[in-house]
């Protein structure tokens, strides 16, 4: 089965510093895709950036980028120039495709605080 | 063009209750999942619809179910409640993989 692993519950950062919230994936598909999703307090997900298994190089949506090691099986996510308002909950997440539909399947999430 | 928007925003029920919660999907989307999020936890997938069939489900019990109708929107109607269904339950619409989530329904069992 498929899974997705955050293994860092919260992490702090200084405003308009770099910051990276890793991201470990188990599968045994040849052909998949990762996701990254901000969840604000609001409770809504938002989309942030997508890696595609065959893609060739990293991801990269304006300040977020996508640091994708295939041998490794890592999907970490990288935040440039860190704003307060990026201060939330961040999900990674792998489609997974299973009797013809696809769904997500999230990791547990890492909590960012980015401080004055 | 309009967004996932998903009714009630909160809800407070009693054990043993039936709660449904509905969402309205992205336009140009046709398939609808909803997924539960437990408090500090990742969401759960629970069930997907596409052309008003249920044709996904993930581990949960029959007493969730859920409808889809001719204009994309989607129910999802749960039976019997229990203290651990408190969750923040997300929709999201999508065409292919381009998933679109709602801001969620928080749903409080006591």
């Known amino acids: 089965a498929q899974k997705i692993t955050q293994t860092q519950p919260g992490m702090f950062v200084q405003e308009k510093e770099a910051v990276t919230l890793d991201c470990t994936y188990d599968?045994?598909?040849?052909?998949?895709?990762l996701f990254w999703y901000k969840q604000p307090s609001s409770g809504e997900m938002i989309f942030l950036i997508y890696?595609?298994?065959?893609?060739?190089q990293n991801a990269t949506e304006g300040r977020y980028s996508l640091n994708f090691q295939k041998a490794r099986k890592s999907a970490n996510l990288v935040i440039s120039a860190s704003q307060l308002g990026d201060s939330a909950m961040y999900f990674c997440?792998?489609?997974?495709?299973?009797?013809?539909?696809?769904?997500?399947?999230f990791g547990a999430g890492t909590r960012l605080a980015v401080h004055p | 063009e309009t967004g996932v928007t998903q009714s009630p925003t909160h809800l407070i029920k009693t054990r043993g209750q039936q709660v449904t919660l509905r969402c309205s999907s992205q336009?140009?989307?046709?398939?609808v999942s909803w997924y539960q999020q437990a408090l500090g936890q990742g969401p759960q997938f629970i069930f997907q619809?596409?052309?008003?069939?249920?044709?996904g489900r993930g581990n949960f019990p029959p007493r969730f179910s859920g409808l889809q109708f001719p204009n994309y929107s989607s129910e999802l109607n749960v039976n019997a409640l229990e203290l651990d269904d408190s969750a923040l339950y997300l929709c999201?619409?999508?065409?292919?993989?381009?998933?679109?989530f709602g801001s969620g329904t928080r749903l409080t069992v006591v």
């Open positions: 890696q595609g298994s065959y893609d060739q």
């Open positions: 997440a792998m489609r997974e495709v299973s009797g013809g539909y696809n769904k997500l399947i």
């Open positions: 599968t045994s598909d040849p052909s998949y895709g």
């Open positions: 999201a619409s999508s065409l292919v993989q381009d998933w679109t």
């Open positions: 619809y596409y052309r008003e069939e249920e044709n």
């Open positions: 336009s140009g989307h046709n398939t």
